[in-house]
């Protein structure tokens, strides 16, 4: 897959339409839907509250999506499907949470090393180290869930390997952020994600590294060009969802 990358990521003409395009899209997205999204406040405001008085949280890196996740979940009537779900990179459950307690009829498997990568520790709002807390956090914070889940202590890569028995409806990318990462994470869960299910990238937009391709953008970019036609994009802003054709 290595080869591959660096294949995929070679070509600057590609390249430059295909950012091009993405920035259209951005544009008709929010000029769509900005305010529909914005006004979309109120299960943002529910979950904050459970989660103010229920979960022990220390660094909050979901709540922010909720607005616009919530509006393609029910733009697209899918809280009530029976969803088979992967989640790579659960961190302390939040995101898990929140998919548990929402979606009526749903089976996720959360993968997660639950030691927390470089980027993230390097990152200036990071509250505290990744320690044992972080995996008791999400113990507790899924306890509740225990007969929808099912937990891989892996890396993603080892997971895709060795352990994955399943095929998805839904997978939610937010493992490793370097580009190479997010990439392989794209390709091994567009194998395993079922005709018509859906992969939400998180962090498309996030601009930590010196280059904005040195993180998801530049991972997710690649896996766009290679499936161009297998794919629709059916959101894009911070956090950017496509669906398998
Ligand atoms: C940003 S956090 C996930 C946040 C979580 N989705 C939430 O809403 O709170 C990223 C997580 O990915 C995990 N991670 C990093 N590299 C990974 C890898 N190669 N395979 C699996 N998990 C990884 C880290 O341990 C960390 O817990």
């Excluded at 979606?103 to 927390?116: A, H, R, S, Y």
């Excluded at 520790?121 to 990744?130: E, M, R, T």
């Excluded at 890396?155 to 895709?160: G, H, M, P, V, W």
């Excluded at 953008?217 to 036609?229: E, P, R, T, V």
Aim: proline content about 0%.
């Amino acid at each position: 897959m290595r080869n591959d990358y660096k294949l995929i990521k070679k070509s600057s003409t590609q390249n430059f339409f295909l950012s091009f395009y993405l920035l259209i899209k951005i544009f008709l997205h929010k000029k769509r839907y900005n305010k529909k999204i914005k006004n979309n406040f109120l299960k943002q405001k529910e979950y904050n509250e459970f989660a103010n008085k229920n979960l022990k949280i220390n660094n909050d890196w979901f709540t922010h999506n909720i607005n616009c996740l919530d509006f393609f979940f029910k733009k697209n009537n899918i809280y009530h499907n029976k969803i088979e779900a992967l989640e790579i990179g659960s961190y302390e459950g939040n995101s898990s949470v929140f998919f548990l307690k929402y979606f009526q009829n749903i089976k996720l498997t959360c993968v997660d090393t639950f030691e927390g990568s470089n980027d993230e520790k390097a990152d200036k709002d990071y509250q505290n180290k990744y320690d044992n807390s972080i995996y008791e956090n999400f113990v507790h914070n899924t306890k509740k869930y225990s007969d929808k889940i099912r937990i891989f202590k892996s890396t993603s890569q080892n997971f895709f390997k060795n352990i994955n028995d399943k095929k998805y409806d839904l997978i939610y990318i937010d493992g490793s952020h370097s580009a190479k990462d997010v990439f392989d994470d794209a390709i091994n869960s567009f194998n395993v994600l079922n005709k018509d299910g859906y992969i939400i990238f998180d962090d498309f937009l996030w601009d930590f590294y010196s280059s904005i391709n040195e993180g998801p953008m530049g991972g997710i970019k690649l896996f766009l060009k290679k499936n161009f036609f297998k794919v629709k994009i059916v959101s894009i802003d911070y956090q950017i969802i496509i669906k398998k054709l």
